[in-house]
Structures are given as C-alpha cells and as structure tokens.
C-alpha cells in the first residue's frame, strides 16, 4: 500500500467525522447563547421580543431583537391613556417602546473557518433601519456603531470584544445663538467569561469624552479604564456577584457656563471589593483624587472611603433582587415620588431581616488636604441585638445603637473658616440694626469679623471643656455612642451644658 492511499485512508474518516463534530458544536454553541438570554428575565427594563435561531451544520445564523425600557414605556402609555380618557379631545402621540436588532453570524468548531481550535465563532453587530438608522449614521457615518466578536471554547467558556467607533458632533444651543459640541474617541472592552456567566474578568477603556456647550461650559474626561473580576455569590442566583473592580479617571475637568470655578480631579480611582468570608459579605468602596483644585485651591489628595459590614449573603441577595424589582417597576417609582415611603413597603422584610445580623455601616475615611493641612473624618453605625420589635419604638432603637465618629482638622482652617463667613447679615442682625435708635449699623464686613470671633470664642471654650482637643496643628474629637451613652474624649457628655463656663461639678463639666 503506497503513501498515498494511506493518507486517504486516514483522512477519508476524519472527513467523514468532521460534520458531526461540528453538528454537535453547533447544538452547543445554540445553547450556551440561550443560557446568556435566558439572565436577561432577570433583568425588568430588558425583554427578548423575538430570536429567529438558523442552525446549519458549519453555521449559524441568528437574529434577536430586544426591547429596552418597555416596562416605563407601558407605564407611560397607561398615562396617556388615563389622560385622554379624562380629556376626550385630546390625542396624543403613542409612546413607541425602543427595540434593538443583533444579527450574529456564527461559525462552529472544532475549527470554525479553519482558522483555530475553538467551540464556535461569533461575529456580531447591532441592524438598524428607519428614523433611528438614519440618526445613527449622521454621527457615526459608515462606521458601524458597535462590533462584537465572540470566541467560544469547548467548556462553555469565551472571550468576547466589544467595539465602538468614536464621533464628533454638534446641535444648535437651546437658548442664544452657538452650538453645542460632542467628541467622544470610541470605546472597547474585553470580557473572559465561564459557562453560564458564572464568573467573569473585564477590562474596558474608554480614551477621551468632550463637551463644550455654547456659552463655553463644557467637560473633558481622559483616560477612563474599567477592569473587573466577578463571581456569582450563589450559583443558584444569577444577579448577585461579588468580587472586586476598579475604574480609573486619568483627568476630569468640568468648566462652569460663566460664573464659578472650574474644578479639576487627576487620577482619579474607584475601587468596590465585596470579599466574601464564611455567609457574610463586605461592601468595600474607596473613591480618591490625587488631586481635587477648585478654582486656584488645591484641596488633593482627597478621599472617600466607605464600607458596609457583616453583610449576610443570602438575605443580601434577597434584598438586591428585590431593589431590582423594585426600581424596574416605573409605577411604584412614580408613586414614590409622591410619596417616597411607598418604598419601604417592598423591601421592609429582607431589609429588617439583615438588620437583624448587625451590619455596620462606615466611613471609613474622608480627607482632604488643604493650605493649612490635612482634615479627616471617620464614623461607624451599628445595631446591636435587633429585632422587628424595636421598630415601634424609637428608643429601643437608641438604645441598641452603637456609634463612633473621630475627626481632626487643622485649627488654623478653622480660623480661616470663621474669617470666610458670609458678609451679609442674618435676620436676627438686621432686626437689631433697626430696633438701635441714634446707633449707626455695623457694616456687612463687621458683623462678619464679629461672627468669626465668636466662633472662635466657642471654640476656645470647647478646648477648656475637653469636648476638642488640640494636638499640633491639629484639633480632635472623638465621639461615641454605645448602650444609650454618648461620650466626648472618653468623657461622658451632657448636650445640655455644651457652652456652658467649665464649672467644676456641673454636669458636663469636670468633677
């Protein structure tokens, strides 16, 4: 048997075997997409109107629409509807419901196009016609405004790019003559996902955005980067993930109209980590600026760093879905407006029920840097032992709390604080200003002068209680609030003789 017909013997089966492989990767391929729709029913302002799936034995074919915030376009219409049912002749306009079309052309594995060993490759881009076709193309032009290129591997898994052209454009002011001006350099993100979206990587990045509108406002961010890495918290619950993601701002600049200062933010970081530690689950999120000038002063590195506690895992996940519900529902949200305590009736169970695992809720830092130093702020709120019950009564509720506040802040910023008070007079002022016969009136810079000395004044007094102490440059306090007692500097305090002259033995005052 020569060469030749050897090879064909081998290659003849493999040839032969090819179609079935890629058969059932197409069945698997059909699958896993559905699996990715499917975590959209969890989603309220998201439905799949129709998805026309045309599988071949190499191929695919597949065409979803999605309606976007049907739900608020249902409430709205039942508005109108009420309106001009009220008022018979009055016709409005229906409010049409937006849809989106993807069309995907999908290639199967084990070699899809013969160009890589995967499940399946998945191209895909957003069809639009009519109205909004021809908004899209009067910005975007011929490029296309989004492009996503998906590759599959044989555990369920992929990677995904996503893609969209930058733009320029521009429309006449509302008010006066001008136009307002929009350029935005485009956008990409990279996503690596498991089987079902059980857990996923992100990166993301995002160059430049401008806005100038035609009285010379305007706002320039540079450098956005997003990069993510999230679980599911539970597998059988597909909304809640945990995990950690940081987005970066290289540059913001924000530019008022006419009057105010300009503010400018660099490096700007925002961190969320959610660590998950046996059924409980922390909510870490830190937003900092390295540097934060308003106007000509410079106010960085500024941070804010804010945390809840002891979060348990389930009842969280109960009460996210139920947030999610909530604010999907555009009814509820526009009765809420009216009447904000329409919230709490929905989410009163599983927000009591964490309550009852005694969460903390933190600040666990607020800073600043100012000309004459640093200022910080940190707090802690928690309850203790709580039940439904303490709900009816608010003391029981303060009996329970346990508080904590410390903060520092520069003496001299105080002062220059006090020296920056409003010049204009308070109403208590202007009244005396009349009332005093043959007495001339203090000026406005006065009474500001002697409002900042009164301030200091108080302070001073404050120092003497031992309700603020000075260490340096600096002054600090730090209160607490535990078993229905508040203390200052270690102190037990009495509000009623905060102010008052230090007297030995008065309640307040030292013993």
Do not use: C
């Not at 001009?84 to 290639?107: D, H, T, Y």
């Not at 989410?347 to 005694?358: E, N, R, V, Y």
């Not at 709580?386 to 903060?407: C, G, T």
């Not at 078993?483 to 200052?488: A, F, K, L, R």
Request: proline share 6%; glycine share 8%.
């Amino acid at each position: 048997m020569n060469k030749t017909v050897k090879i064909a013997l081998i290659a003849a089966p493999l040839a032969l075997a090819y179609p079935a492989a890629a058969w059932v990767t197409g069945q698997q391929i059909e699958t896993a997409i559905g699996e990715h729709y499917q975590l959209l029913a969890e989603n309220p302002s998201a439905k799949i109107v129709n998805r026309d799936y045309q599988r071949g034995i190499f191929g695919a074919t597949e065409t979803v629409t999605i309606e976007l915030f049907g739900n608020f376009t249902a409430a709205m219409t039942r508005q109108q509807q009420e309106v001009m049912a009220a008022n018979p002749g009055v016709k409005l306009p229906p409010v049409k419901p937006l849809q989106i079309r993807v069309r995907s052309e999908i290639r199967h594995g084990p070699l899809p196009g013969f160009s890589k060993l995967a499940a399946a490759v998945v191209d895909s881009e957003l069809l639009l016609d009519g109205e909004l076709q021809q908004q899209v193309a009067a910005v975007f032009g011929t490029q296309k405004p989004l492009e996503v290129h998906s590759e599959y591997r044989f555990d369920g898994g992929g990677v995904s790019r996503i893609r969209s052209p930058g733009f320029s454009t521009n429309w006449a002011a509302n008010e006066g003559a001008g136009r307002n001006m929009l350029t935005w350099e485009g956008f990409q993100i990279d996503v690596d996902f498991k089987k079902g979206v059980k857990s996923y990587t992100l990166q993301a990045e995002a160059p430049k955005l401008t806005i100038r509108d035609s009285k010379g406002g305007g706002l320039v961010m540079n450098g956005m980067r997003l990069e993510a890495v999230q679980q599911r918290l539970f597998d059988d619950d597909p909304l809640l993930y945990v995990g950690e993601q940081k987005m970066t701002l290289a540059q913001l600049d924000i530019r008022p109209e006419k009057e105010g200062d300009a503010v400018v933010l660099k490096q700007l970081a925002y961190d969320v980590a959610m660590p998950v530690s046996g059924d409980y689950v922390d909510l870490i999120a830190r937003l900092g600026t390295a540097s934060l000038q308003v106007g000509q002063q410079e106010f960085g590195p500024a941070n804010y760093d804010f945390s809840l506690r002891h979060l348990h895992g389930r009842t969280l996940a109960t009460l996210y879905r139920t947030l999610v519900k909530v604010y999907g529902d555009p009814t509820l949200a526009m009765a809420a407006d009216a009447n904000p305590a329409q919230l709490w009736a929905p989410i009163a169970k599983p927000a009591t029920d964490l309550l009852k695992h005694a969460p903390e809720i933190r600040l666990d830092r607020l800073s600043f840097r100012s000309p004459h130093g640093d200022a910080t702020l940190a707090a802690r709120v928690a309850l203790k032992d709580f039940s439904e019950a303490d709900l009816a009564n608010p003391m029981l509720l303060l009996a329970k709390l346990d508080a904590s506040a410390d903060v520092a802040v520069p003496e001299a910023l105080v002062g220059s604080m006090a020296n920056s008070l409003p010049a204009g007079r308070n109403r208590v002022e202007e009244a005396l200003a009349e009332t005093a016969e043959g007495v001339a009136a203090p000026s406005a810079e006065e009474l500001a002068a002697q409002r900042g000395e009164q301030l200091r004044q108080q302070l001073a007094l404050f120092i003497e209680q031992g309700l603020v102490l000075r260490d340096g440059s600096l002054i600090k306090s730090k209160l607490a609030f535990s078993q229905g007692q508040m203390t200052i500097n270690g102190k037990p305090f009495n509000p009623m003789a905060m102010g008052a002259p230090n007297v030995p033995g008065a309640p307040g005052g030292p013993m």
